[in-house]
């Protein structure tokens, strides 16, 4: 007989970068904080996904890992198997998850069907059952028009308007709205919500959370994200505190998982001669040094623009215009609102610039003096509709639906 305390489903496609993974987990932690008997199972591919704490209630079940050749093609991460026969064994393996936890509601994380559809079986099968099918969308997904030719290619649009329930994008439109200008039809407008930006929290640090170097004195944080696409940004800092003349804040660098081996020796190496620069690989609770410091310096991804906003940090971003220019559109607008400080990746390595904007940074106004509302009611905003989608999903509907 089927259990239904509430169950929620979780899918994000991705196996590189952060992103996708601590927002889904974020959202995870939410949810359970706020339900006492809901459980939340997370689908990833991210080969780091085991380094991370997860509450009571949310587990995760890893997928095998692809990765994304700069050709744009997919192939497996480690197994020495052909792509197709990846994505058989992925397709299956979420299909047969679903059917198992048979959970109230499936979120999947900004790819509509999943990597190259393998999700729709799910979606499908989830939705004769009466489970309600949530889209999540990040704030800013890239150019409008770029967007629009994905989505056709993808078939990412019918399936939005014919598989999903509900439609959540996770930031405010009037700092950006990524449905505008790729031609979604009414029907699929009607299901967006703009929930707010994801609230972070630094929690209780543990035994093994990093500690600053540098005790009480106030520093800046460097962090690339994942760290696969962050060399320049990390060489442009470590060249402007060995060359800087005028005075700066001693500066954590965080690497991120992702960056190259080669390269975090490179750079570790430089900072030996830098009294006032300390470089980590990896930390998986690096809101406690978000929580500590001055001021970040960031490139422009959704979850360090969530975590500028959750801490109230003076923020410097460097986006990235490549692959996609989400990170460059979001730290633009972002900008526009008073929110955060930019400077172009087309100005790397003008030395004096990245001077300069450091040493301007920490007498910057955070964020909270531009004075937007409702900026990080994400979270919130999430528990209430899932409360609203329990609420009117009673065990006779979903028996009713799955055929029993």
Known sequence: MRCDQPKILIYSHDSFGLGHLRRCRTIAHSLVGEFDDLSVIILSGSPIIGSF???SRVDFVRVPGVIKLRNGQYTAHTLPLGIEEMLELRASIIEHTAEVFDPHVFIVDKEPLGLRGEVRSTLEQLGKRG????????????????????WQRKGA???VEDLYDDVWVYGRKQIHDPLAGIGVPDSVRDKALFTGYLRREAGAP???SFRSPFGEEPYILVTPGGGGDGVELVDWVLRAYEAHEQPLFPAIIVLGPFMATESQEEFI????????????????TIEHLMEEAVAIVGMGGYNIFCE???FDKPTLLVPRIQPRREQAI??????TAGLVSVLPIERYPDVDAMVDALARLPRQAPPSVAGVDGLLDGLDVIDKRVAEFLTEQQPATRRKAAGE
Not at 132 to 145: A, S, Y
Not at 269 to 284: G, N, Q, Y
Not at 330 to 335: T, V
């Open 206 to 208: 543990s035994p093994h």
């Open 269 to 284: 190496a430089r900072t030996e001669h830098l009294r006032d620069v300390h470089i980590i690989r990896f930390t998986p």
């Open 53 to 55: 704490d997860f509450r």
């Open 131 to 150: 489970t309600r099918l949530v889209l999540g969308l990040r704030d800013v997904m890239d150019d409008p028009e770029v967007l629009k030719e994905e």
């Open 330 to 335: 979001r730290a633009a607008k972002a900008e």
């Open 308 to 310: 500028i906003l959750s």
């Open 157 to 159: 649009q019918e399936a």
